[in-house]
C-alpha cells in the first residue's frame, strides 16, 4: 500500500489546504447555532428586534464565509483526486509495460483494464469524498459533543448509549462488505474478458455463427455481476436505515428529557435548541463517517488489485544484462533449448533444439499448427525466456543484452495484422519515426 501512498503524497500541499478550509468551515458550522440560542433567549424572549437582526445578519455572513472554505475545499479535493488517479493510472500502465507475456497472462488483459479504469476511478472518488469527510466529519463530531457536555452534561449522557451501537454497527458492516467488494471485482474482469474477447474475435463469431452462444456467456457473467452487485450493495444499504433508528431514538430521548428539563427551569428553551442542533450536527457527522467507511471498505479491495500490478516483478528484465553490449550480427545459436509456456506442465513446447544460422542466411521452420514454430522465433528477441538451454546472437546469450537494444535489431511480422487507432501514416511510422516518406 506504501506504492499507493506515495502516489499521494505527490499532492501533499492540496490534502493540507483542504484540511485547513474544513477545519475553517467547520468552526463556522458550530457558530451557527450559538446565534440560534441568543436569538431565542434574548432577542425574542426580551422582544429585542434589533438584537435579533444584528443576530441573524451574523448567521448569515458565518453562513456565506461556511460556504466560501467548503466550495474552496471541494476543489483542492476534486484537484487532489483527479492528480492521484492520474499518478495510479500512469504508474500502473509503465509498470505493465515492463511485464512479460507470463506476465500479463497471470493477470489477463480485461482484468488489467479493469484495474486501470474502475478500480481507479473507485480510489479517486474515495479520496475526493473522504478527504472533505474524513476532515469535516470528525471535527464536527468531537466538537459538537463536547459544545453539547458544556451545555447539558446531564442530557449528554443519551449520547453513551447512542455511540457505542453506532460505532457496533458500521463495524459488523464493515467486515460483511470487504469480502463481497473483492468478489464484486473479479465478477467485473470476468464480464469485462467475455467482451473483449467477443469484440476481438467477432469475425470468428460471426463466420462460426456463435451469435447466441456468445450472448448467453455474456449473460450468465452479466447474472453473476448483477447478483455480486445485489449482496454488497444491499448489504450497504442496511447502514441507513439501521443509524436512522438510532438517531431518532437519540432524538426522541433528548426531546423527552430536555422537556422535562425546560419545565422544571433547569434548562433555557434556547439552550435547548442549540443542544437539539448539535445533536442533528453529531447525527449527521456520524452518518458522514459510516458512509465513507463503506465507501473505504470497496476502495480497500480495489486498491489491493492495483498493488498486486504494481508490486508484480517482471519475468524478463535486464538484471543481469550488460548495458554496453550491442547487436553486432546476426549469427544466431540455439544450444539444448528446451521451454514450456507453465513451469508446472509436465509438456514441452520445445524440447532439445540445437541449431546455428548465420548471418545472411534466409532459414524456413516448417511445422503443423501449433508445433511451437512462433514460439522458438520469440525465444530470438526475449519475449520468452528459454527454460533450459540458452539462445545466443553473436556468440552472447540474448539475456546478456539490453532488452531495447535486443529487440530494437530483430525485426519480426507477427502472425495477426494489428492497427493502432489513428491514421495509416501513424500506423506505418510507429516501427520508425524517423522513416521518411519513401
Not at 257 to 280: D, I, K, P, R, W
Not at 312 to 338: M, W
Request: charged share 15%; proline share 3%.
Amino acid at each position: 500500500m506504501t506504492k499507493i501512498f506515495k502516489q499521494l503524497a505527490r499532492h501533499w500541499a492540496a490534502c493540507l489546504a483542504v484540511a485547513a478550509l474544513l477545519i475553517v468551515q467547520a468552526y463556522c458550522d458550530l457558530s451557527l447555532p450559538d446565534y440560534t440560542s441568543k436569538i431565542v433567549d434574548v432577542g425574542i424572549q426580551q422582544g429585542n428586534a434589533a438584537y435579533t437582526v444584528q443576530m441573524g445578519v451574523a448567521m448569515i455572513v458565518m453562513a456565506l464565509v461556511s460556504l466560501c472554505f467548503g466550495v474552496g475545499a471541494s476543489y483542492c479535493a476534486s484537484l487532489t483526486g483527479m492528480g492521484f488517479g492520474a499518478n495510479i493510472r500512469a504508474a500502473q500502465y509503465g509498470h505493465i509495460q515492463d511485464f512479460a507475456f507470463s506476465n500479463i497472462e497471470r493477470f489477463s488483459t480485461a482484468s488489467l483494464i479493469t484495474r486501470l479504469t474502475s478500480d481507479v476511478n473507485q480510489l479517486q472518488l474515495t479520496l475526493m469524498m473522504g478527504m472533505r469527510l474524513l476532515v469535516r466529519a470528525p471535527v464536527m463530531l468531537i466538537s459538537a459533543l463536547i459544545l453539547s457536555v458544556l451545555i447539558s452534561l446531564q442530557l449528554s449522557r443519551v449520547f453513551l448509549v447512542a455511540i457505542p451501537l453506532l460505532v457496533v454497527l458500521v463495524a459488523i458492516l464493515l467486515m460483511r462488505v470487504g469480502p463481497m467488494f473483492r468478489s464484486l471485482q473479479e465478477k467485473t474482469d470476468r464480464l469485462n474478458l467475455v467482451v473483449q474477447e467477443n469484440l476481438t474475435a467477432i469475425r470468428v463469431v460471426k463466420s462460426f455463427v456463435r451469435e447466441r452462444h456468445e450472448k448467453d456467456k455474456f449473460a450468465a457473467r452479466n447474472d453473476d455481476l448483477r447478483s455480486a452487485s445485489e449482496k454488497a450493495f444491499g448489504t450497504v444499504v442496511v447502514n441507513m436505515p439501521m443509524m436512522m433508528l438510532i438517531i431518532y431514538g437519540t432524538i426522541i430521548a433528548i426531546l423527552w428529557f430536555g422537556g422535562h428539563m425546560v419545565s422544571a427551569g433547569t434548562l433555557q428553551v434556547g439552550l435547548l435548541t442549540t443542544f437539539f442542533t448539535y445533536v442533528v450536527q453529531i447525527s449527521i457527522s456520524l452518518m458522514m463517517v459510516s458512509m465513507i467507511f463503506m465507501m473505504m471498505s470497496r476502495s480497500v479491495a480495489c486498491a489491493k488489485r492495483v498493488t498486486e500490478v504494481l508490486d508484480e516483478q517482471p519475468d524478463i528484465a535486464d538484471d543481469h544484462c550488460d548495458s554496453t553490449l550491442r547487436v553486432k550480427n546476426g549469427d544466431i545459436r540455439f544450444d539444448h533449448v528446451y521451454f514450456k509456456y507453465d513451469p508446472k506442465s509436465p509438456e514441452w513446447n520445445l524440447t532439445a533444439i540445437t541449431l546455428d544460422i548465420r548471418s545472411g542466411q534466409t532459414v524456413g521452420i516448417i511445422g503443423g499448427t501449433g508445433s511451437a514454430k512462433s514460439t522458438l522465433v520469440q525465444l530470438i528477441p526475449r519475449l520468452y525466456d528459454a527454460t533450459e538451454g540458452s539462445v545466443e546472437i553473436f556468440g552472447h546469450p540474448v539475456a546478456s543484452y539490453p532488452r531495447d537494444a535486443l529487440r530494437g535489431r530483430v525485426a519480426m511480422v507477427m502472425q495477426k495484422a494489428q492497427l493502432f487507432g489513428g491514421t495509416i501514416r501513424s500506423n506505418l511510422l510507429w516501427g520508425n519515426k524517423d522513416a521518411t516518406d519513401a
